[in-house]
C-alpha cells in the first residue's frame, strides 16, 4: 500500500480530483462495499418475503428488514470471515514464510524482526509515527495496532453474529412450529458453525491460493505481484 | 444458571433491538393478549372471533381440510383449553405463547397477533403436533 498523501513524493495534487486520485483505492473499495451492500439488502429483502409469502405470512418493508436479524446475521458472518482472514494473514506472516511469494518475508527475516528493522525507539526517524519512538506499553501497543484492531473486529463481529444468529434462527424455528434455543445452545447448534466454517473456508483457501499463485504467476503493475521479469524464487519483492 | 441468565439477557436485547416494532416488553405484551384473547373466545365458544383471531394462512387450510366454514369447522375440533399463558418467546415477526394446557404459534400482521397453530404438542426433535395450523 502506498504512503498517506502528505508524503507524496510525486507532484502535489490539489483539491477534489487531487484528493480522490490520492485515495483512490480506499474511495473506489468503500464505494463499492456500499453498493454491494445495498444489493444485498435489496435481493435479501426480495428472498426473505418470498419465504414469508411461501409460508402465507406477512411480508415485511425493506426498512423493517434491513434492521433485522436475518439482514445483520448475513453481514456479520461475512464481515467477522473476512477480518478473521486478513489478522490471520497478518499474524502469520509475521513468522510463516512462502518462498517465492511476494507476500512473505524473505527467508531468514521470520519474527518480529530487529528495532532497527522496524525503525523504532531509537532507530526512529523523524518521520515515524510518534509512538514508533515511544518507550513501553505505548510502542508495544503501536507496533501490535494492525493486528490488534483487525482481530478485535473479528470477535466483535463474530458475536454480533452469534447474537443476530440465534435471533434469525429462533424466527426460523417459531415459523416451523418449533422450540426456540438459548444462545448458549445455538453456539452449539449446526446453523451457527455451518454459517461460520463456509466461510472461513473460502477465506482461507482465497489466502492459500494468492500465497501460491503468485509465486509464478504475475501482474504488471500490482504491488501484489512480483515484477512481471522477477525469478519464482525471488522472495519479498513487489512489483 | 449464570450462563443461562445471560443468555436470555441477550436473547431479550437482541429481540428487543433487531427487526420489531415496540418493545421486547410491548410485544410480549401484545403476544400475551392475542392468546389470552383467543382461549377467551375458545372458552365462550366464540367461534366466530376465534376464527377472526387465526392467521389467513391457518383459517383456509382449516376450511379446506373440514371442508366447512371456519366456525363451524373449529367446533368440531375439540381444542384443549389453555387456560393462563405461562409465557412467551417472540423472535422478529413470529412467537410461540405456552399456556397451562396449549402452545400457541402466532405470526404479526398488520393488524396484529394471529394465531397460526394451535392445540399443539411438543414432541423432541421435531416440530409441534398442532390441531390446527397453516398449510
Not at chain 1, 161 to 166: D, N, P, R, Y
Not at chain 1, 201 to 216: G, N, P, R
Not at chain 2, 9 to 18: C, E, M, Y
Not at chain 2, 119 to 124: S, V
Request: aromatic fraction near 10%.
Amino acid at each position: 500500500m502506498s504512503g498517506p498523501a502528505s508524503r507524496t513524493t510525486a507532484s502535489e495534487p490539489r483539491g477534489l480530483w487531487g484528493f480522490v486520485r490520492d485515495n483512490g483505492l480506499g474511495l473506489f473499495f468503500t464505494v463499492a462495499f456500499l453498493l454491494t451492500l445495498a444489493g444485498q439488502a435489496i435481493a435479501g429483502h426480495a428472498d426473505f418475503n418470498h419465504q414469508m409469502r411461501a409460508d402465507q405470512l406477512q411480508p415485511v418493508g425493506f426498512g423493517t428488514y434491513v434492521t433485522s436479524s436475518d439482514f445483520a446475521v448475513d453481514v456479520a458472518e461475512n464481515w467477522q470471515s473476512e477480518y478473521l482472514q486478513f489478522s490471520l494473514y497478518i499474524g502469520a506472516t509475521v513468522w510463516l514464510l512462502q518462498r517465492g511469494s511476494p507476500e512473505s518475508k524473505e527467508p531468514g527475516r521470520s519474527g518480529t524482526e530487529s528495532d532497527k528493522d522496524q525503525l523504532v525507539g531509537e532507530h526512529a526517524r523523524d518521520s515515524s509515527p510518534k509512538w514508533a519512538a515511544a518507550p513501553g506499553w505505548r510502542r508495544t501497543l503501536y507496533s501490535n495496532s494492525l493486528l490488534l484492531v483487525m482481530g478485535t473486529i473479528f470477535v466483535l463481529s463474530w458475536l454480533v453474529q452469534s447474537i443476530t444468529g440465534v435471533a434469525a434462527y429462533n424466527e426460523e424455528q417459531l415459523r416451523q412450529l418449533q422450540a426456540p434455543v438459548s444462545w448458549f445452545d445455538y453456539l452449539s447448534a449446526a446453523d451457527f458453525w455451518n454459517r461460520t466454517l463456509q466461510n472461513w473456508q473460502s477465506e482461507l483457501l482465497a489466502v492459500a491460493s494468492m500465497a501460491v499463485l503468485s509465486i509464478y504467476l504475475r501482474q504488471r503493475g500490482s504491488p501484489e505481484s512480483k515484477p512481471v521479469g522477477s525469478a519464482h524464487d525471488a522472495t519479498g519483492v513487489e512489483g | 444458571m449464570a450462563g443461562r441468565a445471560w443468555s436470555t439477557a441477550v436473547a431479550v436485547v437482541l429481540a428487543g433491538t433487531v427487526g420489531a416494532c415496540g418493545t421486547v416488553s410491548e410485544r410480549r405484551d401484545d403476544v400475551r393478549a392475542a392468546a389470552a384473547a383467543f382461549e377467551t373466545a375458545l372458552g365462550e365458544s366464540a367461534y366466530d372471533r376465534m376464527c377472526a383471531a387465526l392467521a389467513p394462512g391457518t383459517r383456509e387450510e382449516l376450511e379446506q381440510s373440514a371442508g366447512t366454514p371456519c366456525a363451524e369447522a373449529l367446533s368440531e375440533e375439540s381444542l384443549p383449553a389453555g387456560g393462563d399463558v405461562r409465557g412467551t418467546d417472540v423472535y422478529g415477526n413470529q412467537a410461540r405463547a405456552v399456556l397451562a394446557g396449549d402452545t400457541l404459534f402466532l405470526s404479526h400482521f398488520t393488524t396484529g397477533w394471529k394465531v397460526v397453530a394451535a392445540g399443539c404438542r411438543q414432541r423432541p426433535h421435531l416440530p409441534y403436533r398442532c390441531q390446527i395450523k397453516s398449510g
